[in-house]
Structure formats: C-alpha cells, structure tokens
C-alpha cells in the first residue's frame, strides 16, 4: 500500500540513499566557475546573467547575455536550444530557478555554482564599472 506522506525521492533521502541526475531529470546540474570560463573560452557554452541592472553595471563575465530575472519568460525564445546554456546570478540561487526551468523544457541548461561571487573568489576576470561583484 502506498503512502501519501512523501515521494520516493524523499523516502530514499531520508534512507540516506543518494539522488542522481537521474532521478531529478528537471533539475539542472551546477558547473564550477572554472569549468564555466572553460566552455566559454572554447566557444561551448551560451552563458547568460539574471542578475538585476545595476548588478550587471558593477561587474559581469566578458561575452555573457544580460537578461533580467523578470524578463526571462518573455525572451526564452532568445535562448539557443543546439549548446548548452549556463545561467549565472550573484549566488547561485536565482539563476538555479532558472537553469532548472529550463532543463524541465528540454534545454542543456546548467548554473553555475556560486554565481558570480565565486567566479570573483577563482580570480576569473570581470568586466564593468567596478569590475567587482558587490
């Protein structure tokens, strides 16, 4: 008999099982900054910031996409289904949101881990007024 009281991912959590990209097909996978600033380097990644404007003008990743959180929806048809597209915030957490969206709609899309304060912390160079994420 089932139980109503969780899912079987919560059961195998609680049993100290681990979850596998697998088992969460919806939930995109986080990229470390460095592996981020590889793939972009080598042309094979679509990198795109959700940060706010006044976060974008104080420092940003050379050749990434600037598109705020709130506009997403409307210019997903901007963003290339044929590579992955890694989706980066001042943590992690906003673009998490997104990457995951979009993973649940078919897209390789990835975060990065930490956002931009850990891309900072890797000493991988900033552009913008400050050149510094504050």
């Known amino acids: 008999m089932a139980s109503d009281s969780g899912s079987d991912n919560e059961t195998a959590v609680a049993a100290g099982e ?3 990209a697998e088992d969460r097909p919806n939930v995109a996978e986080t990229l470390e900054p460095e592996r ?3 793939m972009q380097r080598s042309g094979g990644a679509h990198l795109i910031d959700v940060r706010q404007a006044e976060e974008w003008e104080r420092g940003r990743i ?4 600037h598109i705020v959180l709130e506009e997403v929806p409307e210019r997903a048809a901007d963003v290339p289904r044929d590579r992955p597209v890694v989706f980066a915030c001042r943590g992690g957490s906003r673009s998490a949101m997104v990457a995951d969206a979009f993973r649940g709609d078919g897209y ?3 975060n990065m881990a930490g956002g931009l304060r850990a891309w900072e912390q890797a000493g991988l160079p900033l552009e913008g007024a400050e050149g510094a994420v504050s």
Do not use: L
């Open 36 to 38: 981020v600033a590889e």
């Open 108 to 110: 390789d899309a990835y």
């Open 18 to 20: 681990e979850e596998s």
């Open 62 to 65: 050379a050749g990434s996409v």
